[in-house]
């Protein structure tokens, strides 16, 4: 929903450039180094999107017929998984993890049940912050355990980070501190960073060689692609302080949504997602999210029950947007 704002169209329209798939492009390499150093990892990609970057790991970490675990609700389970059982030819083997945060005893059991499924697990796939339990964040220990687990049994993590900078903001906590507990992590420059396109894969050296060659054969190398890493770039650099502004403005959200009747707000919120349920079928939350709609306030349905719907605060939504989004709500629950 962000628009890229006129220092980024500057940035863009300014960006020095080469072909990109014969690693001639300047900005991308600039990109790619420093998302690589802020994540703690030897290399980075710039790739055209988040699913994408999830896809290549996928590619990269499995062989077909092998198991992902994951939480039931991640986005690669969620959105991604045609592309990671139809054409990766993985199987995506679930769990139902409170607040999307997978744990040792969890990740354990799916592997038992893999195996007796004669299934074996080649990925196990975290999701930090969760999109659909309100960006949940991973507390550091958790991540520790299921990062040492995962090393004993010889199987690498995927850290899909698409919003990991709202982890940091949240937490105080060090990029390079959450990504170490993962083999490859995915990062987003657009959503709440504000690029208008692109995302990263991170790893070891020897990792992102193969992701390159995997995001050719995926069709996405991209040629003079520095006017896009110039607009990923500048969201890097500047917009990542500000973050702590969104999650202020998803919590004012928040807790008026938990004082209007028949809104339940769903979990705690510590980053920029609040997902509420009005407790309807389909139908009537569909009803709901047009009423608001029609007062300029986007919200989109949410997984997790019929009535759910999810409201995201970003760098083009001010205090008084999140008033009027509030009263908007107000009226099209009462209504
Ligand atoms: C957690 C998570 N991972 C991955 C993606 C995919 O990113 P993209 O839309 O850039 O493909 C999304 C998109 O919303 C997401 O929320």
């Known amino acids: 929903m962000t628009r890229p704002t006129p220092a980024m169209r500057r940035a863009m329209a300014e960006a020095e450039v080469g072909d990109d798939t014969y690693g001639e492009d300047p900005t991308v390499r600039l990109l790619e180094e420093e998302t690589a150093a802020l994540l703690g990892k030897e290399a980075a990609l710039f790739v055209p999107s988040g699913c994408m970057g999830n896809q290549i790991a996928v590619s990269v970490h499995t062989r077909p017929g092998q198991g992902i675990v994951l939480d039931h609700l991640a986005h690669v389970a969620m959105v991604e998984a045609r592309a990671v059982t139809e054409f990766l030819g993985c199987r995506l083997q679930t769990v139902d993890a409170e607040r999307g945060l997978l744990d040792p005893a969890l990740v354990a059991r799916s592997f038992e049940e893999a195996s007796r499924a004669g299934v074996t697990i080649g990925l196990v796939e975290v999701e930090n912050t969760h999109n659909w339990s309100s960006g949940a964040v991973y507390p550091l220990p958790l991540l520790e355990s299921i990062a040492k687990d995962a090393r004993g049994r010889g199987v690498p993590v995927h850290m899909d980070g698409a919003r990991l900078w709202n982890a940091t903001a949240a937490t ?64 890097v650099r500047h917009h990542r302080d500000r973050l702590v502004e969104d999650h202020r403005r ?51 349905p949410a997984a997790g029950g019929p009535g759910y719907f999810r409201a995201v605060t970003h760098l083009d939504v001010d205090d008084a947007a999140i008033e009027r989004a509030i009263t908007a709500v107000r009226s099209a629950v009462r209504s």
């Open 172 to 235: 105080g906590t060090p990029l390079k501190t959450f990504a170490e507990h993962a083999h490859s992590v995915m990062v987003c420059y657009s959503k709440g960073l504000g690029a208008p396109v692109g995302s990263a894969v991170a790893g070891p050296r020897e990792f992102i060689a193969r992701a390159r060659a995997a995001r050719k054969t995926f069709g996405g190398g991209m040629r003079q692609a520095g006017i896009l890493a110039a607009a990923a770039l500048h969201a």
């Open 250 to 300: 998803a919590k004012r959200l928040a807790d008026a949504f938990a004082g209007i009747p028949g809104v339940r707000v769903c979990h705690e919120v510590r980053t920029n997602i609040v997902v509420a349920d009005l407790g309807g079928d389909e139908a009537s939350r569909d009803a709901f999210l047009r009423a608001v709609e029609a007062n300029g306030v986007l919200l989109s």
